[in-house]
């Protein structure tokens, strides 16, 4: 059986890229804000259905700077079930990340709880799409809005999704993409802010060059977030072949729930009412009544070639570098499921044999 890595990255063809590049040998115009540069923004524009989209070099800075941007001060509640970049965004702006608890039903923060950990010290909320699972946008925007407090949505996840006929770029005061190479959608390295707000928007623009606003003239602490045209034109080809792509996961992940929806002991990722998925990941979580813990199957599975990841785990507050400025024990049921939690392979290309391959694996761990 050949190895089965845990995604693998779409890519256009090498004659459509290289006629998407082709331009640049005349130019020689390589990055800040080329003409690739534009046509990818004016694009995504028009495709998230968002008044702005800051384009930046990764999502990451996204993050850091839609934050940065937006003058935060104090705590911003946030989830520790994330990739790492959500939680070292806020601490990197000097913030202090207050973790909510998630819902054992989609994995998002538990919206019902964010009020009790509200303070006079509180400026934002920094929710997770988790998997692309839309978090309670609803009560969300009505404890921000009674509090007063900032939204950003990480919405790395999500590139693709709607939600109410709405791309997810829409929601909170900003939502952030990552268009990393593991991501539905790509451009290589890159990621966007999208906002309503222009002059939020014209403040990322200058943030991400320095803050430079002329020849003369820097008024901000800016840093180097530029999303270069080889990037640009990257995006510019997989987002012509985007709905394919996720036509393609989408047939893999019910060929993945006609194997194991239903079996004792799995939980597979719940869809919401009124989202169009992505089908970004494909987690399933391992309960006691399964037998063999989420460790002894992922062994198994790397026994046969096959690599599933352990993601999220550990949650962020218990990394290395943060487990002493804070506690897990706010969040039991993040901890639980990290513990848990395993996201199968999942790209455009896996083959129905593939899948069948993986889920024998699987059920031949249970007891
Ligand atoms: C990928 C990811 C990011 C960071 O995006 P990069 O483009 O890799 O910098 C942030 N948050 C989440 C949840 C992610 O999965």
Redesign the pocket.
């Known amino acids: 059986m050949d190895k089965i890595p845990v995604t693998r990255s779409s890519m256009p063809t090498f004659a459509e890229y290289t006629a998407e590049i082709c331009s640049l040998w005349d130019t020689h115009w390589l990055t800040n804000m080329g003409t690739k540069h534009e046509q990818f923004r004016e694009e995504l524009k028009e495709y998230l259905g968002v008044e702005h989209v800051a384009l930046m070099t990764?999502?990451?800075?996204?993050?850091e700077l839609a934050m940065q941007a937006m003058k935060l001060s104090g705590e911003v509640i946030t989830t520790p079930f994330?990739?790492?970049?959500?939680t070292h965004?806020i601490v990197r702006n000097g913030l202090k990340p207050v973790f909510c608890d998630i819902n054992p039903k989609d994995y998002t923060m538990d919206a019902d709880l964010i009020e009790s950990l509200v303070t006079d010290q509180t400026s934002a909320i920094v929710p997770?799409h988790?998997y692309g699972n839309i978090c309670n946008i609803e009560k969300i925007e009505k404890t921000a809005k009674k509090y007063g407090l900032k939204v950003i949505y990480?919405a790395?996840?999500t590139f693709g999704e709607e939600y109410q006929g709405h791309s997810i770029g829409v929601y909170g005061d900003a939502s952030?993409y990552?268009?990393?190479a593991?991501?539905v959608f790509h451009s290589i390295?890159?990621?966007a802010v999208c906002t309503a707000d222009a002059n939020l928007a014209k403040t990322l623009y200058g943030l991400k060059n320095f803050g430079i606003r002329g020849p003369e003239q820097v008024c901000m602490t800016g840093t180097n977030a530029k999303m270069n045209e080889f990037c640009a034109a990257m995006g510019i080809c997989n987002l012509r072949h985007l709905d394919e792509e996720i036509a393609k996961r989408k047939r893999v992940a019910e060929k993945y729930w006609s194997i194991l929806g239903g079996v004792k002991g799995i939980r597979l990722n719940g869809t919401k009412e009124g989202v169009k998925s992505n089908y970004a990941y494909f987690p399933v979580v391992f309960l006691d009544s399964f037998g063999a813990g989420r460790d002894e199957v992922c062994d198994v599975l790397a026994a046969h070639g096959i690599t599933a990841r352990k993601y999220f785990y550990p949650i962020t507050s218990a990394f290395d570098c943060y487990r002493d400025a804070y506690s897990t024990a706010g969040t039991p049921i993040a901890l639980d499921v990290s513990k848990r939690v395993l996201t199968l392979p999942m790209y455009a290309d896996l083959t129905e044999g593939e899948i069948e391959d993986i889920c024998k694996v699987i059920l031949g761990c249970k007891r």
């Open positions: 990764n999502g990451h800075m996204a993050l994330t990739f790492s970049s959500t965004a997770v988790v990480d790395a996840h952030v990552s268009f990393h593991t991501k390295e890159g990621g």
